[in-house]
């Protein structure tokens, strides 16, 4: 069972990210406020639930969150500025999209640059232990599954329609015989010599 809040004083919004391992396409990052009344029993870490399942969670939780927000930085930003860097300032941007202001911030993961002087704490795979940070999960998760399904008509070699920009072999073996797509990560290993590429 994840647990609904981490403090009770305080309005909290938990906020995760998407795509940070991935070679190709932005990072995503969403920010969800839960009513206290909030509960769905799919809900958990987005890497737990099914694709299906993702789907109806994000509907689910659009209609019943006080306020959510999904912000992304792209490929270009992530080589200048480092994914983890671009993590966080994607949740940053998310937390400036929500209509409600939090009081208090649940990040998942292990660090987080502080946004606005709010008070926050970070959970280690928070994802699967507080339904805000879940619910983020889900959202960032599934908006940028579509926004990867978006880019596939333009690049169908790199089959980004199921591998979503990951690093799968499949994505590799596409990377090696056709080369760098522009929406690839400059400052990853993109593949294992990283040869030069087109």
């Given amino acids: 069972m994840l647990e609904p809040f981490f403090q009770n004083q305080f309005v909290e919004a938990g906020c995760d990210e998407a795509g940070r391992g991935c070679l190709?396409?932005?990072?995503?990052a969403a920010s969800v406020i839960l009513p206290k009344t909030f509960f769905h029993p799919l809900?958990?870490?987005s890497k737990q639930v099914s694709e299906k399942q993702r789907v109806e969670?994000?509907?689910f939780?659009?209609?019943?969150?006080?306020?959510y927000a999904v912000a992304m930085?792209?490929?270009e930003e992530i080589d200048q500025i480092n994914i983890l860097q671009a993590s966080f300032k994607a949740m940053h941007r998310a937390l400036d999209q929500l209509r409600q202001k939090p009081q208090f911030l649940l990040i998942d993961g292990n660090r987080f640059n502080p946004y606005k002087k709010i008070p926050h704490e970070c959970i280690i795979e928070?994802?699967?232990?507080?339904?805000?940070?879940a619910a983020a999960s889900i959202l960032a998760k599934t908006y940028r599954d579509d926004y990867m399904r978006s880019l596939h008509d333009e690049f169908p070699q790199y089959a980004w329609i199921t591998n979503k920009g990951y690093a799968t072999e499949e994505h590799r073996l596409a990377i090696?015989?056709?080369g760098l797509s522009p929406y690839h990560r400059r400052s990853f290993q993109c593949l294992p010599s990283q040869l030069p590429l087109f």
Avoid: C, M, T, W
């Avoid at 190709?24 to 995503?28: R, S, Y």
């Fill in 73 to 75: 930085v792209d490929h």
């Fill in 126 to 133: 928070g994802d699967a232990k507080y339904a805000s940070i």
């Fill in 176 to 178: 090696q015989e056709h």
């Fill in 57 to 59: 969670l994000r509907i």
């Fill in 43 to 45: 809900l958990n870490d």
């Fill in 61 to 67: 939780i659009q209609e019943h969150a006080l306020a």
């Fill in 24 to 28: 190709a396409g932005p990072v995503f």
